[in-house]
């Protein structure tokens, strides 16, 4: 039985699909004008645990994380650059999307770009203008009323007035209620007019938070099970998505919302003026993108999670142990043995509000006991798991004789040591092993060519 700690009730519920056997998630992606950092890293690895633990559940997941592809950063960036907002997004989402790859990072469903879905967004901006929730302010902007809508602060565990109280009250603008927000932003003369949509009401473009009401509501209906994103994320972006959201619909808009918690470094928040700010690329260069992966569900996701060298080591360390457990264990595709003890603490964990941390800690205690000479069976146990989460599904040699930084690959005189290995094992007529280690260069890259002369490479 699965349990989940909805952030809108504040408690751990049983887990119950809107319809049986059948998941519908939404998480908020990236705003696409520069490369991913580390607490994008964090958001994309969390939700794909989550999804692939959903499937591994017996679910069928239906997984949305939208691109925000519209915004002022954007605009301003593609202004600074000289380039189109096309070209811009375009590149960045490709970047995300090694990124994501790298990581280990599955590719949700849908991956909505906000720019495909301004009618939507237009005819939700039209319902809550009917239903009086949203009025045109001094300045033509479309925003929010706050106060018209009931449950505002829900989410949050605030009333209007604590959050208020929260808000830098000397911005001067043109809205009823500092806490009212931008539906749809009047366009100015100076912005592109790729960023200008006609409307109702007048030329523009929508605001962020109702990109997530429309694109959800078109690719998972406007009533669906999980609704995740960073815990930055809370308020205000969700707590307005759930207003506009019910506010035009009418019911509920989400039964479980997720949030995952932040990533420090170094005992500090992470920002750019602090001169500790991470790209997943920075990271990348200095480690293996399973041991970032691995570091990251180490830690249970609603924990705050502490970036620095010495985790990182610990990490590697820890992964490596896990990977020297499985030198003799082939790559094969096993599915795990429910049955097993193992399995079943791993369940227990994972169904406790996905406590990778607690699974991971099972994966240990099955390494350590495979170890002390259990059956081979354990051994393909653990790969069958670690595959769960999304470890553990490489070449243990691969892992072990390097590739510490992407892209890297193995040096020469590795490259060399395994094929000097293969050369033995085929003499021994192990052919298994030697298969083995041709599949493991392959992977690092490294095509082998057998002559006359012997086994030459390169790289492919
Ligand atoms: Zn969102």
């Given amino acids: 039985m699965l349990t989940i700690h909805n952030s809108l009730t504040r408690r751990k519920e049983r887990f119950q699909p809107i319809d049986a056997g059948k998941v519908r998630m939404y998480v908020c992606g990236m705003t696409v004008y520069d490369y991913c950092h580390l607490g994008h890293a964090r958001v994309m690895v969390v939700f794909d645990m989550v999804a692939r633990w959903l499937r591994a559940s017996g679910f069928d997941v239906t997984y949305v994380r939208n691109i925000t592809d519209i915004d002022d950063k954007i605009i301003r960036r593609a202004q600074e650059n000289g380039e189109t ?127 997530c009401s429309a694109m959800s509501a078109d690719l998972l209906g406007d009533h669906f099970d999980i609704h995740g994103g960073g815990q930055d994320l809370q308020f205000p972006h969700h707590e307005n998505e759930i207003a506009q959201s019910e506010g035009a619909h009418g019911h509920a808009f989400v039964n479980y919302w997720m949030h995952n918690g932040f990533v420090r470094v170094d005992d500090e928040k992470m920002s750019k003026s602090l ?23 180490r830690a249970h996701y609603r924990s705050p999670l502490n970036y620095s060298d010495a985790h990182l080591d610990d990490a590697r360390q820890a992964l490596t142990r896990l990977y020297t457990a499985l030198k003799s264990v082939p790559v094969e595709a096993v599915a795990p043995d429910w049955n097993g003890p193992w399995a079943q603490r791993f369940r227990a964990a994972m169904d406790d509000d996905f406590n990778t941390a607690e699974a991971l800690a099972v994966l240990f205690d099955l390494a350590n006991e495979f170890n002390r ?21 490489r070449d243990a040699t691969v892992f072990l004789q390097g590739r510490v930084a992407a892209g890297d690959g193995l040096d020469a005189a590795q490259i060399e040591s395994m094929i000097e290995a293969r050369s033995a094992a085929k003499k021994a007529r192990d052919f298994a092993e030697a298969d083995r280690l041709r599949a493991a260069l392959l992977e690092a890259g490294i095509v ?8 030459s490479w390169r790289r492919a």
């Fill in 373 to 393: 000479g259990g059956e081979p069976a354990l051994g393909q146990q653990l790969r069958a798991l670690g595959k769960v989460l999304g470890l553990l599904e």
């Fill in 275 to 297: 001169g500790n700010f991470f790209t997943i690329r920075d990271v990348l260069k200095q480690y293996d993108p399973e041991v970032v992966r691995f570091f990251i569900l």
């Fill in 85 to 211: 907002i096309r070209a811009l997004t375009d590149r960045f989402i490709a970047a995300m999307h090694e990124d994501a790859d790298a990581l280990g990072v599955l590719r949700p469903d849908h991956e909505p770009r906000a720019m495909d879905y301004v009618a939507g967004m237009q005819s939700l901006i039209g319902r809550l203008e009917e239903k009086g929730l949203a009025y045109v302010a001094a300045n033509r902007d479309v925003c929010f009323a706050v106060r018209k809508f009931d449950g505002y602060g829900k989410l949050s565990g605030k009333s209007i007035d604590e959050l208020r109280a929260g808000e830098r009250v000397d911005v001067v603008d043109d809205k009823n209620d500092p806490l009212d927000f931008v539906l749809w932003k009047h366009a100015k003369a100076s912005e592109p007019a790729e960023a200008k949509w006609d409307s109702p009401w007048g030329s523009g473009r929508p605001g962020w938070h109702i990109e």
């Fill in 448 to 455: 082998l060519e057998d002559g006359p002369q012997g086994t």
